[in-house]
């Protein structure tokens, strides 16, 4: 589990993220980020309904992204918030086919957002 400074807690963010931010979809998952100043951790969201299954189906998901999380905090993502919103379709998806979605919407959003202040 990514450490405390490096999720999003407060209600109030996840509205920020969700409404404000860059906004990648995604056939099993959509990806919002939005900036917060260079050299701040990368902090991440994960938003999992009941539409996704019952609470096993959805500890699962959330674990899963919770993983590939960490895997890019690993890599240096910085200066960033992130949030994940699970798309029903999650739920019967592989884990490495997951990866690779999630992989290719922070692609894009480090691409999109790194001329605008430096991500990474």
Not at 21 to 28: C, E, L, Q
Not at 62 to 73: D, P, V
């Given at each position: 589990m990514p450490a405390l400074r490096?999720?999003?807690?407060r209600g109030d963010d996840y509205r920020r993220v969700v409404r404000s931010?860059?906004?990648?979809?995604?056939?099993?998952c959509i990806t919002h980020a939005?900036?917060?100043?260079?050299?701040?951790?990368?902090?991440?969201?994960?938003?999992?309904?009941?539409a996704v299954g019952n609470a096993v189906?959805?500890?699962l998901?959330?674990?899963?992204?919770?993983?590939?999380?960490?895997?890019?905090?690993?890599?240096?993502?910085?200066g960033v918030d992130i949030v994940f919103r699970a798309?029903?379709?999650?739920?019967?998806?592989?884990?490495?086919?997951?990866?690779a979605e999630i992989g290719r919407a922070l692609d894009r959003v480090e691409r999109t957002l790194q001329p605008v202040a430096g991500v990474r």
């Open positions: 490096h999720r999003v807690t931010g860059y906004r990648v979809g995604g056939a099993h939005v900036l917060r100043a260079p050299g701040e951790p990368a902090r991440f969201g994960f938003i999992v309904s009941k189906h959805r500890n998901v959330r674990r899963r992204l919770k993983t590939i999380a960490e895997r890019r905090i690993a890599a240096g993502l910085g798309l029903p379709a999650i739920r019967d998806t592989r884990f490495a086919d997951l990866e």
